[in-house]
């Protein structure tokens, strides 16, 4: 299951960065207001979005031969134009009056009743003529003729930011006098003069909740105009609902990826005629909707499920699934565009089982799983496939050798996260075996393999989770890499292993537990994956025996705080939580399988983060 680069992953709120339209790369166009709006599919879409259904600031000079502000007025779209007058200097260093009008509301810029709350927009003036590079001609100063700019976020996302400006080569936005975003120049869209630059800026959810002030520039040369606003973000607590999608009868679930742009792959199985098959789904970020209009697609005949997804940088998928080749259980990873078309790089290993995969620098595939050898043991398998098809480890044992005898040990692989920066990986799991001589019964006790994809160098000792009193066994299931360290989830128990707790921790780099969580013993217990987000909360999904049914829970922490009460899956028949993941804005999805009305099906849900 793939984490965030340790120097690679999500930008930080402080770092300047180019912003452009984060669906498919798709501008986000905003023309002369409504009549431009109605020629952008995409931008009536999000506009259609609850964070973009306030009102939103207009302001707009009437350009030439064009009475839009007028228009919008009738419609009730905008308040009466009015004339502003702002003072600049000229080339020479004398002072000089620019009069222009902007069609606005009372105060500077365009409000609404319903944004009366937020503070008016301040122009503070272009600055006057310069000079071409020859130093004889003279250039007309940028002017900001436009800006629009929701009034009021409520949920986490993209919010969109639109600049209307006259002679300017450039545009950005400082947010909170902190982060800067520079907008793209989508040029004159209606051949009136004025240039449209656009771009948003991302909203994290609660982490953001609050006022905010941002200022926009236009620059041309050494000559600017600017103008700032203000915006409020009100979103729903963290933890709540944002949607939830049942998967329906005959389908099972087991892993999720999500994309750059936050869609979701949600793989596992679709049962047709009694025999289950690796199938795949699609689902639309906002709505939790199906992309595909099949929704399910089975991408092999043979009897088998997915195990695990991951997205490379480029949008293909690679899936690792484990099918019934006659008589005999094969591990497979291949590869497939964004649409699930196969594509030529695949690798197929029999008689082992596959687990977990990860996307590499370059596109290709590292795996981990294991597979029983002839001594009656079980080792860890790893499997590495570059983009192009090229097998570099084709299924490479790793035995645990504490002592000097080979084989003691059943080594189980379970989750493996690769950082793409450094093509190094790191492999989570158990070993069961006699760790201490003194006890006659083995236990099972997690693992972390630090390895390199290319060589199975080991970068460092493997580490072996000690016992805690009387707490002796223990697994890792799921793993997430972050900045400054790994984070992993499984369960513990002693050694009867009659109780179970719920365990994450906080490795560093250097095989030191830096934060752990653990739930009350119970039954059943494990965390089966794990995941952060880039504002430091943790969410674990897990399972636990709840009154004699099994339930699929969803944690979120933040140090030693609850950052919102477990969420339970639904249903009273057993479900399971399987899968958690976050994407971009802080969007967290959490995936499993659910019994409602007594039918088993697979589940995906979005909480506001």
């Known amino acids: 299951m793939a984490g965030q680069d340790r120097e690679g992953g999500a930008a930080e709120a402080c770092e300047p960065v180019t912003i452009r339209w984060w669906a498919a790369g798709r501008a986000f166009v905003v023309g002369s207001l409504l009549a431009r709006f109605a020629r952008r599919d995409f931008v009536l879409r999000w506009a259609m979005r609850s964070w973009l259904a306030p009102a939103l600031a207009v302001s707009l000079a009437p350009l030439a031969a064009c009475n839009e502000a007028d228009a919008l007025y009738a419609a009730g779209k905008a308040v009466p134009p009015y004339e502003t007058t702002t003072t600049g200097t000229t080339g020479t260093g004398g002072a000089g009056e620019q009069t222009s009008d902007t069609a606005g509301s009372s105060g500077d810029e365009g409000t609404s009743d319903a944004s009366s709350a937020g503070s008016e927009a301040t122009s503070l003036g272009p600055t006057s003529l310069g000079t071409d590079s020859m130093g004889d001609a003279p250039v007309e100063p940028p002017t900001i003729e436009g800006l629009l700019v929701p009034f009021k976020v409520t949920t986490a996302g993209p919010m969109p930011v639109s600049v209307y400006a006259k002679h300017a080569l450039s545009a950005e936005?400082?947010?909170?006098?902190?982060?800067?975003?520079?907008?793209?120049?989508?040029?004159?869209?209606?051949?009136?003069g004025t240039n449209l630059f656009s771009g948003v800026i991302p909203i994290y959810g609660t982490a953001d909740n609050g006022q905010h002030g941002l200022v926009v520039t236009v620059r041309r040369g050494g000559l600017k105009d600017e103008r700032s606003r203000?915006?409020?973000?009100?979103?729903?607590?963290?933890?709540?609902?944002?949607?939830?999608?049942?998967?329906?009868?005959?389908?099972?679930?087991?892993?999720?990826?999500?994309?750059?742009?936050?869609?979701?792959?949600?793989?596992?199985?679709?049962?047709?005629?009694?025999?289950?098959?690796?199938?795949?789904?699609?689902?639309?970020?906002?709505?939790?909707?199906?992309?595909?209009?099949?929704?399910?697609?089975?991408?092999?005949?043979?009897?088998?499920?997915?195990?695990?997804i991951a997205v490379t940088l480029d949008g293909e998928v690679w899936v690792a699934m484990n099918v019934k080749d006659g008589n005999v259980w094969t591990a497979r990873m291949a590869l497939f565009t964004a649409e699930m078309a196969p594509m030529d790089a695949q690798l197929e290993k029999p008689g082992a089982t596959i687990?977990?995969?990860?996307?590499?620098?370059?596109g290709g595939c590292f795996g981990a799983g294991f597979f029983t050898t002839i001594y009656g043991d079980a080792d860890m398998l790893v499997w590495h496939v570059t983009a192009e098809g090229t097998p570099i480890l084709s299924g490479?044992?790793?035995?645990?050798?504490?002592?000097?005898?080979?084989?003691?040990f059943t080594d189980l692989a379970f989750d493996v996260v690769v950082?793409?920066?450094?093509?190094?990986?790191?492999?989570?799991?158990?070993?069961?075996?006699k760790h201490n001589v003194d006890e006659p019964a083995s236990e099972i006790r997690g693992t972390i393999l630090h390895v390199d994809v290319d060589t199975f160098e080991h970068l460092s000792p493997v580490l072996v989770r000690p016992p805690n009193g009387d707490v002796q066994q223990s697994a890792f299931y799921g793993a997430w890499l972050e900045p400054e360290g790994l984070l992993v989830t499984g369960y513990q128990c002693d050694m009867m292993c009659l109780g179970q707790s719920v365990i994450a921790t906080r490795y560093s780099f250097a095989g030191i537990p830096q934060w752990g969580f653990e739930t009350l013993p119970n039954e059943i217990s494990t965390g089966s994956a794990i995941a952060s987000t880039t504002h430091g909360t943790i969410l674990i999904a897990a399972t636990m025996k709840e009154g004699?049914?099994?339930?699929?829970?969803?944690?979120?922490?933040?140090?030693?705080?609850?950052v919102f009460a477990p969420v339970v899956f639904p249903g009273a028949g057993s479900s399971s939580a399987t899968s958690v993941v976050v994407g971009p804005y802080d969007w967290p999805f959490g995936g499993g399988n659910v019994t409602m009305g007594g039918v088993p099906q697979g589940y995906v849900l979005r909480l506001h983060p």
């Open 355 to 362: 687990q977990a995969i990860d996307t590499t620098s370059a």
């Open 419 to 433: 950082d793409r920066l450094t093509d190094e990986a790191w492999i989570v799991g158990g070993s069961r075996g």
């Open 548 to 562: 004699g049914t099994t339930h699929g829970f969803l944690f979120g922490r933040d140090g030693a705080e609850q």
């Open 396 to 408: 490479y044992p790793w035995d645990y050798v504490p002592k000097e005898w080979t084989h003691e």
């Open 230 to 308: 203000s915006f409020e973000v009100a979103t729903p607590p963290a933890g709540a609902l944002a949607w939830e999608q049942f998967g329906g009868a005959g389908t099972q679930d087991a892993r999720l990826a999500v994309t750059s742009e936050g869609f979701v792959y949600e793989g596992g199985a679709l049962t047709i005629n009694g025999v289950a098959h690796p199938a795949i789904r699609l689902r639309d970020p906002i709505t939790g909707d199906d992309v595909w209009p099949e929704g399910t697609r089975v991408i092999d005949a043979r009897e088998g499920s997915i195990a695990d």
């Open 173 to 192: 936005v400082t947010l909170d006098d902190k982060a800067t975003f520079f907008l793209h120049n989508e040029g004159d869209v209606d051949q009136d």
